[in-house]
């Protein structure tokens, strides 16, 4: 019963923590457009970012409280270059958004698909095969076509992003080691990554936030309210984030990613107005063709010969759920 319930457990896991974390990451970026920074004028991302990670820190301490997991003592140095990692994605991101176009932006991203797959393969010996490569092509090209609506490249906006796309590649690929190199569940990680991303982040202020503007910003009851509504999800992105990547592969959530940019702009032609363009339509198709292509790829290989030969429950059994 062991041999068969621990693959079907696997797959239940991974499933809904990828479900969790496309639903949160489309959600959160929906209120924050449209509730905190549209409606409540919460105009300042770096300081949502920490408040973010102050509630998640407090919601990780309750649920241990609860008895849902218990705090492991952990080495905070040993965390440090995850929270590093995170704290130069938000920061590099930002620098590349504000000097770049939005479409070189987002097209900049696609390049951490390569990085992550280079990382593992020279750094950590992991390969990927064949099918699994050739699935990542109409995946990263529709998310191209997607989103380029124009090459408008500089000098210091390539920098700025690719700096962001090494430091969110190592942030993603880090979700994962880190887990495993320090035997620790992501809550447990995400217990110390939260505070020491939030600490990291706050001399950023200044520099990314208009703090003349912050300063004179009135909170309101509504605006404390759509706040916290965000910090709901963006709980709900930074443990699916840990949980999934821990149950499958950076090289996955990268993919996750691509899923959760098509349902943004699909989201975007439903609530706020967004043309909707042959060229976009296209690409949207083109990437979940290739996601499809990814999860067959991924999908743990049966051995259908032994089981027309009526092998036992040990043999028909994987050794292991593959990772996706």
């Known amino acids: 019963m062991s041999d068969t319930s621990t693959p ?29 920074f549209k409606d409540a004028g919460f105009n300042f991302a770096t300081v949502l970012t920490i408040i973010h990670f102050v509630v998640t820190f ?18 905070l140095k040993r965390v440090l270059p995850i929270a590093i990692a995170f704290c130069g994605y938000v920061a590099f991101n930002n620098l590349s958004l504000l000097t770049n176009s ?72 880090w979700g994962k080691t880190k887990q495993t190199e320090l035997g620790v569940s992501p809550m447990q ?15 950023m202020v200044p520099f990314m936030d208009n703090w003349k503007h912050l300063s004179e910003f009135h909170m309101t009851s509504t605006a404390a309210g759509y706040i916290l509504l965000s910090c709901v999800f963006a709980f709900g992105v930074n443990f699916s984030f840990f949980l999934g990547v821990g149950q499958t592969s950076p090289l996955t959530m990268n993919v996750v990613g691509y899923v959760k940019t098509c349902l943004v702009f699909v989201g975007g032609f439903m609530f706020f107005d967004t043309p909707m363009t042959v060229q976009n339509t296209f690409g949207i198709v083109l990437t979940m063709l290739g996601v499809a292509l990814y999860s067959k790829a991924k999908m743990p290989k049966v051995d259908r010969s032994k089981e027309t030969e009526g092998g036992s429950d040990g043999d028909r059994s994987p050794k292991g759920a593959e990772r996706v």
């Open 58 to 75: 407090v919601g990780c301490l309750g649920f241990a409280k609860a008895a849902f997991f218990e705090i492991k003592p952990v080495e």
């Open 102 to 173: 939005v479409s070189v932006y987002q097209i900049s991203k696609i390049m951490c698909t390569p990085v992550i797959v280079s990382v593992e393969h020279f750094y950590y010996n992991h390969q990927q095969n064949k099918e699994t490569m050739l699935s990542l092509i109409p995946t990263c090209l529709g998310i191209f076509i997607t989103v380029y609506t124009d090459s408008d490249v500089n000098l210091i906006g390539s920098f700025w992003a690719v700096l962001a796309i090494i430091s969110n590649s190592f942030y993603t690929i």
């Open 189 to 203: 990680l995400l217990t110390y990554q939260a505070p020491l991303s939030a600490a990291m982040l706050l001399p």
């Open 8 to 36: 079907m457990q696997h797959n239940f896991i991974t499933m809904a923590s990828l479900t969790l974390n496309i639903c949160s990451s489309v959600g959160v970026i929906f209120i924050n457009k449209r509730l905190v």
